[in-house]
């Protein structure tokens, strides 16, 4: 448990990169994106609460650097669980970015728990298991161009 706490400690603690123009889309990505992994034994004692209340001074903690920065804009703060590498991943872009950078289906939510209770309750905080069929595989990329991903979105000032 010591561990997670730290992982976010030093998430609360980093800092944010706001850019400048449009231009600065893929800058922004690569230095604002942060995740949370766990492992199933941390996955029985970490609650919903403890990781909704880790978020929230996420987010008050770039709030904060945003209105202490001297930029004149505000950024989108936007939370999403990656299945694939059962993480908990989140980025901000500036607010003149015109819409998310995914190329999957997304679905936009004002509520984080949903994307929360996905990776916590996530079967695969150990890996995913390779005893897959190669019908399967097939299978599942069908299902995969249908795949719909709840993002939680909050702008920040």
């Known amino acids: 448990m010591t561990k997670f706490f730290e992982i976010v400690e030093t998430i609360i603690n980093d800092e944010l990169f706001i850019g400048e123009s449009e231009n600065d889309l893929n ?3 690569k230095n604002n994106m942060w995740h949370i992994q766990i492992t199933t034994e941390q996955q029985k004692l970490i609650s919903e609460d403890i ?3 880790s978020i929230e001074n996420i987010i ?3 709030k904060n650097q945003i209105i202490f920065s001297n930029k004149n804009h505000g950024m989108l703060f936007y939370l999403w669980f990656d299945e ?3 993480q908990l991943r989140f ?3 500036s607010d003149f970015h015109n819409v ?3 190329k999957c289906n ?3 939510i004002n509520n984080p728990l949903p994307v ?3 990776f916590l309750y996530a079967p695969y905080h150990n890996g995913i298991p390779i005893n897959i069929e190669k019908d399967d595989i097939k299978e599942q990329n069908k299902t995969d161009k249908n795949l719909e991903i709840n993002i939680f979105c909050k702008h920040l000032p």
Do not use: D, G, H, T
Request: hydrophobic share 40%; charged share 30%; net charge negative.
């Open 106 to 108: 997304y679905k936009i």
């Open 84 to 86: 694939q590498a059962c």
């Open 60 to 62: 008050e903690n770039r």
């Open 100 to 102: 998310l950078p995914f």
């Open 116 to 118: 929360l209770k996905s």
């Open 51 to 53: 990781l909704l209340e």
């Open 91 to 93: 980025n901000l872009i």
């Open 27 to 29: 800058e922004e990505m």
